[in-house]
């Protein structure tokens, strides 16, 4: 066996993919031939479910039809819903996700197809209702009642009218659309890794996915644009920004928000879209000073550290004006992730081989009782 080792697989290559490549030396999110960037420009979210299950962007008739299915697949068994009002009320909302994705096995009557079709089929099903869970989930831990989808609004719309009860503008459903398009996918994540290697056992796309949200609850992967906000809210005020950021530096705590794996010396481009869609909605909101906090943050981590802002980092504030509570970011940004996923997995299935690594045995040898 060979003794090279990667610690945490640093620029290893772990699978063959055709869905998305993180082209960082051109600076260049690669979706199925895309750039990712240019798609949130142009398309909607709805586009992006469709051009990564499908392998090209829809056209009209194929659109409409992707919405009407999305639609028909809405609404929650009754079931889900009262286990997750069994939950207990301190119990973390990435958990209640998880534990709202699994149950829905139960409900699943394709479980153990791995057809392409049936995949495709379970994955239209999953799409349909993780925002459901996302919403219910906030609401269900505080007691409320669930806010019921609306056949009248768009998929993103509808997804932000859940969770807040209020119709967003144009503009607001459109700037949460970009969001959860640059979300959606973005190659090899852990959370994606993850379901790649749960997938591998043949295992079903619902165990999948609930693993992913497993790992994304870890706050090495999500939880970053939550983490962001409260530093935001912490230091409250303009000139109280370079201050509280200078003197987490000198303590040497983690400044979230920033640096990133793959981006290590050039700007995530996803941040920069949110970044130019935060100024108008602060402005909008009477805002502003949101975004000026962040401008300072940016120039004083960049300054010190010479990091770079990732795309939590602009899409925490966006969320916070658009009036999505502070714990629901995370899940949120696993709803948006969710077509990622399940895009992954049927590929993975399509062309499979189990993950087994081997390790690099560091213990003792040649002990004796």
């Given at each position: 066996m060979s003794e090279l080792y990667y610690p945490g697989l640093e620029n290893v290559i772990a699978s063959e993919t055709r869905i998305s490549f993180l082209d960082v030396d051109n600076e260049e999110i690669v979706l199925r031939g895309y750039d990712l960037i240019e798609l949130a420009h142009k398309v909607t979210y709805l586009d992006i479910v469709f051009l990564l299950l499908n392998g090209s962007l829809p056209n009209e008739e194929q659109y409409k039809g992707l919405e009407q299915d999305l639609k028909r697949e809405a609404g929650l068994p009754k079931e889900t819903i009262q286990l997750?009002?069994?939950?207990?009320?301190?119990?973390?909302?990435?958990?209640?996700?998880?534990?709202?994705?699994?149950?829905?096995?139960?409900?699943?009557?394709?479980?153990?197809?791995?057809?392409?079709?049936?995949?495709?089929?379970k994955s239209i099903r999953l799409l349909a209702k993780v925002p459901q869970i996302v919403a219910d989930s906030y609401r269900a831990v505080n007691k409320q009642d669930p806010i019921e989808p609306r056949q009248d609004l768009s998929y993103s719309a509808n997804f932000l009218y859940m969770i807040t009860g209020q119709v967003p503008t144009e503009a607001e459903a459109k700037i949460f659309d970009q969001s959860?398009?640059?979300?959606s996918e973005h190659e090899m994540p852990n959370s994606t890794f993850a379901a790649r290697?749960?997938?591998?056992?043949?295992?079903?796309?619902?165990?999948?996915?609930?693993?992913?949200?497993?790992?994304?609850?870890?706050?090495?992967?999500?939880?970053?644009?939550?983490?962001?906000?409260?530093?935001?809210?912490?230091?409250?005020?303009?000139?109280?920004?370079?201050p509280l950021i200078l003197g987490k530096l000198s303590r040497k705590e983690r400044i979230m928000g920033f640096g990133h794996r793959v981006?290590?010396?050039?700007?995530?481009?996803?941040?920069?879209?949110?970044?130019?869609?935060?100024?108008?909605?602060?402005?909008?909101?009477?805002?502003?000073?949101?975004?000026?906090?962040?401008?300072?943050?940016?120039?004083?981590?960049?300054?010190?550290?010479?990091?770079?802002?990732?795309?939590?980092?602009?899409?925490?504030?966006?969320?916070?004006?658009?009036?999505?509570?502070?714990?629901?970011?995370?899940?949120?940004?696993?709803?948006?992730?969710?077509?990622?996923?399940?895009?992954?997995?049927?590929?993975?299935?399509?062309?499979?081989?189990?993950?087994?690594?081997?390790?690099?045995?560091?213990?003792?040898?040649?002990?004796?009782?």
């Open positions: 997750l009002r069994l939950l207990p009320k301190n119990t973390h909302l990435m958990d209640v996700l998880r534990t709202g994705i699994s149950a829905l096995a139960g409900e699943e009557t394709e479980i153990d197809d791995r057809s392409w079709a049936a995949n495709y089929r959860l398009i640059v979300y290697v749960i997938a591998s056992t043949q295992a079903d796309i619902i165990g999948a996915l609930t693993g992913a949200v497993a790992s994304l609850k870890g706050t090495l992967h999500g939880g970053a644009n939550e983490a962001v906000m409260h530093m935001l809210l912490e230091a409250g005020a303009v000139d109280k920004m370079e981006y290590m010396k050039k700007p995530d481009p996803r941040a920069l879209l949110m970044k130019e869609a935060l100024q108008p909605l602060a402005t909008a909101k009477g805002q502003e000073h949101l975004y000026q906090m962040c401008l300072i943050g940016e120039e004083v981590m960049y300054r010190e550290k010479g990091l770079h802002p990732n795309l939590d980092y602009y899409a925490a504030p966006v969320y916070y004006l658009l009036g999505i509570p502070i714990d629901l970011f995370t899940p949120v940004f696993l709803a948006a992730r969710t077509i990622g996923v399940c895009a992954h997995v049927i590929e993975q299935h399509e062309n499979n081989r189990l993950f087994r690594p081997r390790v690099l045995y560091s213990g003792p040898r040649n002990l004796h009782p």
